[in-house]
């Protein structure tokens, strides 16, 4: 064995815990034993994952800070089995969370209790106008929708983007579709209105926005150079164009001009400059396994990511393996697995 080989050993040895003595005095062992009874009393009693280790908000974790705090809540040890990373456990039920999920006519949304949806009226700002007072969105994907109408607004000068809709319940949607049948017959509505249940509007990430001029001209995105914008710059805010025409065959949906999605920057980034629709990423990301190689990419302001999935579990929980350190975005599929994606330092 060489030098080089027994160093490493040697390292790996030291990071391990002290052996334990063998000839311990019998009331050290009794202490032991109430020791470990103590511990899994706790384990028992204490609530798992409060809100960090839950990914229905889709925000972004830290696992560790310039403060040295850390999040989510370990529900695994050390990650000794793969250096760098450690396990955290999530339920089956949270497939269907987060930035990432794919709702579309084979994939049912899954309502969640706890959706944190708010009026578009009562939280927008002057950039843009909204098509009716009721109309809502999550309050995670408004806060980030008024950042990039705010730039949109100060790079062209112009105020008449307007949000035609946004959330909507599974109630909405069945009205949604029974008047589009009525109006335009049963074909229209079949090609453009998707089922109850169905429907990215249920996510409280998507929704449609065209042109309403002060002179009362109504348009789409491409009848007007200035908002093509939308389509180069959105996914700087982690918003992609869902429906394009030449990926109708993937998505089934024929062109919108106008119906926008969030799903994360560094995802929106990636389709963007790959072209894929969302179905062909999360179909992409299932050959980017956690214990494989992972997807790398830098992005447009030079950040490294990497991206891995990982597969859910069909009996209880998933381990999921995330960084030690940085930050990263865990989200579900909704369909079999967890994304997670983490920036990397430069090497
Ligand atoms: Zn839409």
């Known amino acids: 064995m060489n030098k080089r080989n027994d160093d490493r050993i040697l390292r790996q040895i030291s990071r391990r815990r002290p052996r334990r003595q063998s000839n311990l005095a019998p009331i050290w ?21 409060s809100g960090n280790s839950n990914i229905s908000d889709g925000t972004s974790y830290v696992t560790t800070d310039s403060e040295g705090n850390t999040a989510p809540p370990d529900s695994g040890g050390p990650g000794e089995k793969y250096p760098g990373y450690k396990a955290i456990s999530l339920s089956r039920d949270e497939v269907h969370r987060g930035d990432l999920i794919l709702v579309n006519s084979d994939y049912e949304y899954v309502f969640p209790e706890d959706a944190d949806i708010v009026g578009i009226s009562e939280n927008k700002t002057s950039d843009y106008k909204v098509a009716y007072d009721n109309l809502r969105l999550d309050a995670r994907i408004l806060g980030i929708f008024n950042d990039m109408l705010a730039e949109f607004s100060s790079v062209m000068n112009r105020r008449d983007v307007i949000v035609n809709s946004g959330y909507r319940d599974y109630k909405e949607q069945q009205d949604i579709y029974q008047s589009r049948k009525e109006l335009y017959g049963e074909a229209y509505a079949d090609a453009y209105v998707q089922d109850p249940g169905y429907s990215e509007h249920h996510t409280g990430y998507a929704l449609d926005m065209s042109v309403y ?44 001009e106008w119906h926008f999605r969030y799903v994360g920057k560094p995802h929106a980034y990636y389709m963007y400059s790959n072209d894929l629709c969302l179905e062909e990423y999360i179909a992409l990301l299932r050959s980017y396994p956690f214990d494989g190689e992972h997807l790398e990419f830098r992005d447009d302001s030079e950040q490294l990511w990497e991206m891995y999935f990982i597969p859910a579990s069909d009996s209880g929980a998933t381990e999921v393996y995330i960084p030690t350190e940085g930050e990263y975005t865990l989200s579900g599929n909704n369909v079999d697995g967890f994304i997670v994606a983490a920036e990397k330092k430069a090497q």
């Open 29 to 49: 062992v009794l202490l032991g034993i109430v020791a470990v009874f103590l511990a899994a009393l706790l384990i028992i009693l204490l609530p798992r994952g």
């Open 213 to 256: 001029t002060d002179d009362g001209v109504s348009m789409t995105f491409d009848k007007d150079p200035d908002f093509t914008w939308f389509y180069h710059a959105s996914h700087t805010y982690g918003f992609i164009r869902r429906y394009a025409d030449h990926k109708e065959d993937i998505t089934g949906i024929p062109n919108e």
